[in-house]
């Protein structure tokens, strides 16, 4: 009989040894199931007490029972059978189930999940305000504090009227044997739970917009970085050829010393290119735009950049072309540019031989790959020479590789636009031409306003200043002060009461209109101005001329004038 019973003598030993410990916890007439006898004296605590160990001795006898069984289920299915049996419970489940589960963990493998990253700072936003418990970090060139989910917490989002149910676990991980790469001790990951029916609305919308909302955040939370090509189109031991440093102008489109209609102008534009990635697919353009910011110098070329920076959050990257040698160079600078970002090249007519092909007796030969030197280099022509041509340099701008990148704004600066050539200037280049003129009544206001503290009904005519104020627009025109030089002005006259400060600022623009009369100009200053006014006007018509010399494709039109 032991013989036929083999697999169930191990099953009742193991019970017997189950049950045998609890001897030593509870009475003899407790483990023989057999009630104390009361008498009439007992208690209502006695009665209590016999009560509690019937229930604790039918809850022993239920677990004996319960491991008799589990051994025996042990002994007769062996392991593999009991986890196809729990399989297939587990499907059967799953098809009466309503919802459906996504597990996306931090490690993939070896590498960083960037999802996970994705949704850890997505949900970052709804955590500080829906979760009790929350995890706080804040990253590397960030100026602002993420909120996280803590372990096994939940919180809900909606997408589109379905519902998303998120759960982030955290578990400690198995140590680990000899690695080049250790993984993190603890292994962490957020689970999606969403309804079936809802599957077609979550995914991947809902995916791709955690993606678009997280760069997003990240870019607003990083602090902004201004980069610069030092090391000429050199690749570092990093392979990066750009070294950057925390951009941290205060220049803002409300400080900025301009006429406001041209700015909302210009704010209108740069909010349209932010948005219109859908327009330039559609109509198979690259996701890029190109300004040219001209005018003498001190009229905030360079502020202007800034205040474009800050309102859209781009990086910028600060483009010195005589540190570049070759086109080869140039490229290599252009690839390793990011998206969302302001490529700038301030004063393009003295950086480069960049003269006006139209205007200088040329020989027939010349052409756009003509040499483009640095100024005060060699001008020989050697084959040794390394030298950039305007045909990199056009190329760079609105070529093939300027496609390699997207949202991504070109911004030329220079003093003398009739010096530029207008196959580098044409629209489609240099889409927006703004000119930084001297310094105007309404942007007098906006300087008087940040320096002395003027409020805009000061400006009004029915006020003690108002006759200042009218001096003062009569004036400014015929001073043509740049904003650099009516601000050093109020800087200097920041601590003495507002009246007498504007009043200062009044003589200064007085003295000056008195030596501009006085001065009169040199022939050769009205062929300059004559030049650049001629320029401004037939910019469009040159560029139109120049295009089949210089690639062959170019597309028609002007640059818009602001």
Known sequence: MLANSGHSLPSLCGLLNLIQPLHCLFPRSFMSMRPLRTTRRETGEGRGGEANMEFWTSLASLMGVFAFFQSILHAVFPLELRFA?????????????????????????????ELYHAVQLYLSRSASIAASRLSLSRGLNSSAFTFGLTNNDRLVDTFRGAIATWEHAVTQRQSQSFSW?????????????????????ILPAYLDHIMETANELRRRNQDRLLYTNSRGGSMESRGFPWESVPFKHPSTFETLAMDPSRKELIMADLTDFAEGKTFYEKRGRAWKRGYLLYGPPGTGKSSMIAAMANYLGYDIYDLELTEVHTNSELRKLLMKTT???????????????????????????????SDLRPVGGSEDGGAGAKTITLSGLLNFTDGLWSCCGSERIFVFTTNHIEKLDPALVRSGRMDMHIHMSHCSFPALKILMTNYLGFDDREFDDKTETSDLMRELADVIDDAEMTPADVSEVLIKNRRREKEAAAGELLDVLKERVEKRKKKKPTGEEMEEEEQEKRALESTSSESDQMMDSCDGKEDKGEGEQV
Do not use: Q, W
């Not at 790469?181 to 609305?201: M, V």
């Not at 950086?351 to 205007?359: A, K």
């Open 339 to 369: 998206s969302k970002s302001i490529i700038v090249i301030e004063d393009i007519d003295c950086s480069l031989n960049l003269t006006n092909r139209i205007s200088k007796k040329a020989s027939p030969s010349a052409d756009a790959s």
């Open 85 to 113: 049996a729990v399989k297939i419970f587990h499907r059967v489940f799953c098809c009466f189930s309503t919802y459906c589960y996504f597990d996306i963990t931090e490690m993939d493998g070896v590498n960083t999940n």
């Open 181 to 201: 790469r250790p993984l993190p001790e603890e292994k962490r990951s957020f689970t999606l739970r969403i309804k079936k029916k809802d599957k077609a609305i």
